[in-house]
């Protein structure tokens, strides 16, 4: 599976943007897809994540109320939206999908077996 992330920007506190990300390869259902982010000198975080089948999503509690995932499987593409934005929403944002077995600890990088490169988003104050 290969992963292309798109949307990334420079946009002031309060705009919105979409990021996404486009697998290539084989999925199934039973396969998770997630958004982590990091911030420079911070550790990779846990941002969002969905079933491709569409079950509930997952949000950290930093972007709950602010974000949603959603997905269009018909062109095996995850969507992260992104509004209110503030400027410590700041970091490199990862697209990453796991195989799963149907169980996945959503918030653990280590579990997803692929990753996408990577897109800057900017908040500015």
């Known amino acids: 599976v290969q992963l292309q992330a798109s949307g990334g920007g420079l946009v002031q506190a309060g705009g919105s943007l979409r990021l996404s990300c486009t697998a290539s390869g084989r999925t199934s259902s039973s396969d998770h897809m997630g958004w982590f982010r990091q911030a420079p000198g911070k550790e990779r975080e846990f941002v969002s994540s969905t079933w491709w089948s569409g079950s509930t999503p997952y949000y950290s509690d930093s972007v709950k109320g602010r974000f949603t995932i959603s997905r269009d499987n018909a062109k095996n593409t995850v969507y992260l939206q992104m509004n209110s934005l503030k400027p410590e929403d700041t970091a490199v944002y990862f697209c990453?999908?796991?195989?799963?077995?149907?169980?996945?600890?959503?918030?653990?990088?280590?579990?997803?077996?692929?990753w996408g490169q990577g897109t800057q988003v900017t908040v500015s104050s």
């Open positions: 990453a999908a796991a195989h799963t077995s149907g169980f996945i600890t959503h918030t653990d990088a280590r579990q997803y077996d692929y």
